[in-house]
């Protein structure tokens, strides 16, 4: 199991076009994929889109995501990378 | 002549008639049914055909107003993908054993609720997709077609509210104006108006009835007001206001390359203000003469760590050699009071605006200035620029601060890096600064007054308690003297003095700092050419 936490620094927060892209990009692993807002304590499936947005991602809050599974670490490194570029 | 009065998204006026949106009715009521099986396949029989006809949409916008707006349509197919949602559905289909119409609708409001139960506006907002793409199902599912905008001249469009495939399925060309009775500032029809620039209201007063259809009508964007079947004045005046707006609008471009020039011969720098590095794009595109004012906390914020030398310093040259030789000013770290990282492990406090922040921070975490010094100094090999710190209120800071540069100048002589003149400044925001201005004028090279704080300051009025509003004022005599005050003493020093706050975009009072004698005002990109224009008519 891996995990990793990030702040968002997107202005609007994880809102529907990052959220679909980070959606679409977490389905793409074969390992289980959970987010978590810190901020709140509410967690989702990442590979969900209505429960990613559900979350109610804010500039400024750290989310953390757990990755299990055979690719995890690809998953990892890869999902940071894509979140420091996008989010 | 009827008046109705709307939440206005893009600034502008449009003259044509009404073009009323109706909703073609739906006709399905919620009946049992008997073979479960087939209404799961009759759902995901609709759900395919709505995902093709949202990949269509997807293309068709992508052409009309690129990738970032036509995501939506990619984000409505994952919401039609999406686990969750198609589990309720199904589920209810074969536990109530109710139609698919039924089942699609209940489930788009349950997760519409729970959207319209978030803080967050730009998430109430998404309470509409998901409406939005059940509809689309149910609709495909009663075998309707997609409704449209059918005319053959331009029409200002009068609906409910718009949702994002009703609005892209519209032929653009056709569109002079949209009036939503919902919607706000955040949905997507403020999005795609503002895109398209074309004026636009929404949360607009106005009932959306069939009788508007065809009428002529005015939507002003300045006032936010709609008039529907304008008397002969007020459809006169609006016309001319509409000429002017267009009249001025042309004009400003070819200010673009002119000086900044009162006809009686005086002159004043117009720069802008930026926080990050993108933003160098409508700087020059406006004509800034520079930048007054380079936020560099935005490297700070919303990351884990500090940035490290490298990275602000690829932040600061990519910024300075874009000037290309036009002067940048980079205000040292102010961070603190409403800008907060957590790696910076500030305490909270009860007075955090005058607290521990900006240059505060600085000469006590000595080695967080040492990096960001160090890396503005190495990109000033790359262009013109100045520094200027934040919240200064004695003398004996700027002492220690050139004395700290000093310091950072003979390290990176050691180094063997190369750097360039850096012209050292600093704001006067506080009231402190500004009475003892005569002395800091004789250690700096320029003041460049930060308004928003000074004011805030001088009048003890906390600008984000809006019960205060009342008792704010931005020309007040006292803030104006200060300001005043600062440009003579920096003057008779022979030092430059600007100012980066919101005054400076503040057109009423250009010619009262002309008269004081302000060398430079930094403002917002989009305000430059019409400062430009202002000045140019002065005298």
């Not at chain 1, 967690?43 to 400024?60: E, F, P, T």
């Not at chain 2, 409406?131 to 149910?138: E, K, N, P």
């Not at chain 2, 980066?500 to 975009?505: D, I, P, S, V």
């Amino acid at each position: 199991m891996k995990t990793l936490e990030y702040v968002i620094t997107d202005p609007v927060g994880l809102h529907a076009r990052p959220a679909g892209l980070f959606v679409k990009k977490a389905a793409s692993y074969e390992s289980s994929i959970t987010v978590k807002n810190m901020e709140n304590g509410k967690s989702a499936d990442a590979k969900r889109i209505m429960a990613v947005m559900s979350l109610g991602v804010k500039q400024g809050n750290k989310i953390e995501l757990t990755m299990e599974g055979g690719d995890e670490e690809t998953a990892e490194t890869e999902l940071m990378a894509f979140l420091k570029e996008n989010l | 002549m009827e008046i109705f009065h709307g939440k206005s998204v893009l600034q502008g006026i449009a003259i044509g008639s009404l073009y009323v949106m109706e909703k073609k009715e739906s006709t399905w009521t919620k009946h049992m049914i008997d073979n479960t099986d087939e209404e799961v396949a009759r759902f995901q029989k609709a759900r395919e055909q709505a995902i093709a006809e949202l990949d269509e949409l997807y293309e068709e916008a992508l052409d009309q107003v690129g990738e970032e707006n036509a995501m939506i349509f990619d984000v409505h197919k994952m919401m039609l993908e999406d686990m969750d949602y198609l589990e309720a559905i199904e589920n209810l289909i074969r536990t109530e054993k109710v139609n698919a119409e039924y089942a699609v609708t209940v489930t788009g409001e349950e997760f519409s609720a729970m959207f319209s139960a978030m803080e967050d506006d730009y998430m109430r907002a998404r309470a509409a997709d998901v409406l939005d793409i059940s509809g689309r199902v149910v609709r495909v599912l009663e075998g309707r077609e997609e409704p449209g905008l059918h005319s053959r001249e331009p029409v200002i469009i009068l609906a409910d509210d718009l949702t994002p495939s009703e609005t892209i399925a519209m032929d653009k060309t056709k569109i002079l104006a949209f009036v939503t009775k919902h919607g706000s500032a955040n949905s997507h029809t403020a999005i795609l108006a503002r895109s398209l620039n074309i004026p636009s209201l929404v949360n607009t007063d106005v009932e959306i009835s069939k009788e508007y259809h065809g009428k002529e009508a005015v939507v002003d964007g300045v006032t936010g007001t709609l008039f529907i079947e304008p008397d002969a004045p007020t459809l006169e005046a609006k016309q001319k206001e509409q000429v002017q707006i267009r009249e001025k609008n042309e004009k400003l471009k070819l200010l673009i390359g002119q000086d900044n020039v009162t006809k009686d011969g005086r002159r004043i720098n117009l720069y802008a203000n930026m926080g990050n590095v993108e933003d160098v794009e409508k700087v020059l595109a406006n004509d800034a003469g520079g930048i007054g004012l380079f936020r560099s906390e935005f490297l700070y914020l919303g990351r884990d760590t500090f940035p490290t030398e490298e990275e602000q310093f690829e932040a600061y040259k990519e910024v300075v050699s874009r000037m290309g030789g036009k002067k940048v000013i980079i205000r040292t770290l102010d961070i603190g009071a409403d800008k907060k990282a957590d790696y910076f492990g500030l305490d909270p406090e009860e007075n955090p605006a005058l607290g521990y922040r900006a240059i505060r921070i600085c000469l006590t975490q000595r080695e967080v200035f040492r990096t960001q010094l160090r890396a503005i100094y190495k990109a000033s090999a790359f262009g013109t620029v100045s520094i200027m710190f934040p919240m200064i209120i004695s003398v004996e800071e700027i002492r220690k601060i050139k004395a700290f540069v000093e310091e950072i100048k003979a390290e990176l002589k050691a180094e063997g890096v190369a750097f360039g003149e850096v012209e050292l400044g600093i704001m006067i925001e506080t009231p402190a600064a500004a009475l003892v201005s005569g002395e800091l004028a004789k250690e700096v090279e320029f003041f460049s007054i930060g308004t928003n704080d000074l004011t805030q300051y001088t009048l003890a009025i906390d600008r984000q308690n809006q019960k205060l509003e009342e008792f704010y004022d931005s020309h007040h005599p006292a803030v104006l003297k200060l300001i005043e005050m600062t440009i003579q003493n920096g003057h008779k020093e022979g030092i430059w003095v600007g100012i980066c706050g919101e005054l400076a975009a503040d057109d009423t009072l250009t010619e009262t700092f002309l008269n004081m004698g302000l060398d430079e005002l930094s403002v917002s990109p989009t305000y430059i050419l019409k400062l430009r224009d202002k000045i140019r008519n002065i005298g």
